[in-house]
Structure formats: C-alpha cells, structure tokens
C-alpha cells in the first residue's frame, strides 16, 4: 500500500495550495479518505474527511469555508484544495486511508506546507 502526497511547498498568507494524495495498492473506492496535519511541537489533527462514495466531507472548524477536499475514484486520488491559507496552517501535511468498520489504516509519508505571513 502507497499513499504519494505532493502538492506542499512555500506560499504567502492569502494563496492557494492544491494537495493531491495519490493511492495504490487499495480499493480506493471503499476507503474513507482524510487529510491531517502536525504543526511543529503539536500532535496530529485532522483537517478534514471524504467518505467513499465522496458524498459526505466533515472539517476540522479552523478550516471551514476554506479549505475544500475532493476525490477522483476512477485516478484513485484525493485532493486538498487550499485558499485564504494564514501562517497557522504551516504544517506536515498526510493522507489517510481508512476501512470504516475495521482498525485499518495507512498513511503517506506528509507533504510540507509553508504559509509565509
């Protein structure tokens, strides 16, 4: 199982970053998708979710209104579409992959992400 994020880098407050997690190795479709994030000295947070048939997001209230996730079953990909992005976002940023009903769970390696003020 792989989860390939890109996407992160350096951007100044107020822009736009677009993450992308790609999947292999998995029936991605059966999957709940999540993106979290680990601030420097801060433990991981979830920063939002997509459910498998990609119907249903839930969002980490700091993020709301601004951040938007999306999934791509046929490219077995999930994306992060992030706007009006501040310094409090600067974050490693991973892709989760999870089987409702079961402890499975993987991770990608983390992507980062830099907001300048």
């Known amino acids: 199982v792989q989860l390939v994020e890109s996407g992160g880098g350096l951007v100044q407050a107020g822009g736009s970053l677009r993450l992308s997690c790609a999947a292999s190795?998995?029936?991605?479709?059966?999957?709940?998708m999540g993106w979290y994030r680990q601030a420097p000295g801060k433990q991981r947070e979830l920063v939002a979710t997509?459910?498998?048939?990609?119907?249903?997001?839930d969002y980490a209230d700091s993020v709301k209104g601004r951040f938007t996730i999306s999934r791509d079953n046929a490219k077995n990909t999930v994306y992060l579409q992030m706007d009006s992005l501040n310094p409090e976002d600067t974050a490693v940023y991973f892709c989760?992959?999870?089987?409702?009903?079961?402890?499975?769970?993987?991770w990608g390696q983390g992507t980062q992400v830099t907001v300048s003020s």
């Open positions: 989760s992959a999870a089987r409702l009903g079961t402890r499975l769970r993987y």
């Open positions: 190795g998995i029936t991605f479709s059966i999957y709940v």
């Open positions: 997509i459910i498998s048939g990609g119907g249903s997001t």
